[in-house]
């Protein structure tokens, strides 16, 4: 019983990173929303179904989780999200030039990561939607 409780409490700490993720480009957001998913799935059915079919991030657990995959739109978003937030830094909350330049080392290394993931395909969707 301790160990489900653990779990859920793991999975929470998991999503809530997972959502800071969104905001912070250091965060990797994916792995802790995999996380969450992992620890509600051997903590609590309902929550494993409410994970996977949240409007907003269930589709991208789902998709990732049995395709490795990310739609386009998300690789596009991420990126110009992750851009404007490196930059914005960059730009405003540093002058030393060493971590600007660490930033946009940051920034580069995880827009590669994310465009060497596989693309969702339309089939692929189709086939999570049936």
Known sequence: ??????????????LSFGVAGIFLPILPTTPFFLLS?????????????????????????LNYMEYRAVSVKSKII??????V????????????????????????????HILMLRTLTREMAESHRN
């Open 37 to 61: 998913a992992a620890c509600f799935l051997k903590s609590s059915k309902s929550l494993y179904r409410w994970i996977t079919g949240h409007k907003i991030f269930g589709s991208y657990i």
């Open 1 to 14: 019983m301790i160990k489900k409780y653990l779990l859920v409490a793991a999975g929470f700490t998991s």
């Open 78 to 83: 991420s990126i110009i999200f992750l851009w």
């Open 85 to 112: 937030m490196i930059l914005s830094s960059a730009v405003f909350f540093t002058s030393i030039l060493w971590i600007r330049i660490l930033l946009v080392l940051i920034a580069s290394g995880v827009t590669t």
